[in-house]
């Protein structure tokens, strides 16, 4: 008698598991926090999200506030234009002979990034997001919104233009490590990232293939694709 297969494909793909997407992806380092044994553990009323570890409740304050802290490029506590105006300059900066129009389609695409979060972010309509308010607009599902990732990828793309210093269209080891600096992302990540972006081993990928790894990493919990590397190892 042949053994029913069992499926299992719920096991780990649940698309509502934070600590899987982009800029949280950044806060991997807290997965130690799951090492932690939960000091209250009998507890029965907390609001956890998800339910595998037990933690993710502090894996997604951690998370947000990592994504918090990265994209206030100021420093203010604040989110606002600047931020991601400062944050399209620095590209520019690692990329001295930059052409207008690049750094046009750059500070556009940023600035439209800025505004995928303010409206979904900014409750009180006074230009800036607070931590809190990012909170709560990250709890609500601001990452899983189609208009975000669909702006990220457009972001991914034009940031992986300017970093493609010989404009060849696809990106080497060097020119991703340019994206890395430019979001103050640690550029030890690069390496596997790279690995995996890079099947065939000829040393490039393509910028195309870097914006997908983006999306990717919004939208899929595969811990096997570079998306699931790309700010640090997964357990
Ligand atoms: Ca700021
Ligand atoms: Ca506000
Ligand atoms: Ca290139």
Not at 96 to 109: C, E, G, Q, V, Y
Not at 182 to 207: C, I, M
Request: glycine content about 8%; proline content about 3%.
């Amino acid at each position: 008698m042949a053994p029913t297969a069992k499926r299992r494909g719920q096991h780990r793909s649940h698309p509502h598991r934070l600590q899987q997407r982009l800029i949280g992806a950044m806060a991997r380092d807290c997965r130690q926090t799951e090492l932690h044994p939960a000091p209250h553990s009998g507890g029965q009323g907390q609001t956890l999200i998800g339910s595998e570890s037990g933690m993710i409740g502090d894996l997604q304050r951690r998370n947000i506030n990592a994504a918090f802290n990265t994209l206030d490029v100021t420093g203010d506590d604040h989110i606002d234009q600047d931020d991601f105006r400062v944050r399209a300059d620095r590209l520019r900066t690692l990329r001295p002979d930059m052409d207008d129009k690049l750094a046009n389609d750059l500070r556009k695409t940023f600035d439209a990034w800025w505004e995928v979060i303010r409206r979904a972010a900014d409750s009180d309509g006074d230009g800036r997001v607070t931590r809190e308010e990012f909170t709560v607009a990250i709890d609500a599902g601001l990452e899983e919104d189609p208009a975000y990732i669909d702006q990220m990828e457009r972001v991914a793309q034009v940031v992986a233009e300017a970093a493609d210093l010989d404009g060849d269209g696809m990106l080497d080891r060097n020119e991703l490590d340019l994206i890395y600096k430019a979001f103050d992302v640690d550029v030890a990540f690069s390496e596997e990232t790279f690995r995996r972006l890079d099947r065939d081993g000829d040393g490039l990928f393509s910028t195309t293939e870097w914006a997908q790894t983006v999306r990717d990493m919004f939208s899929s919990t595969d811990r096997a694709t570079a998306a699931a590397v790309a700010f640090g190892p997964v357990a």
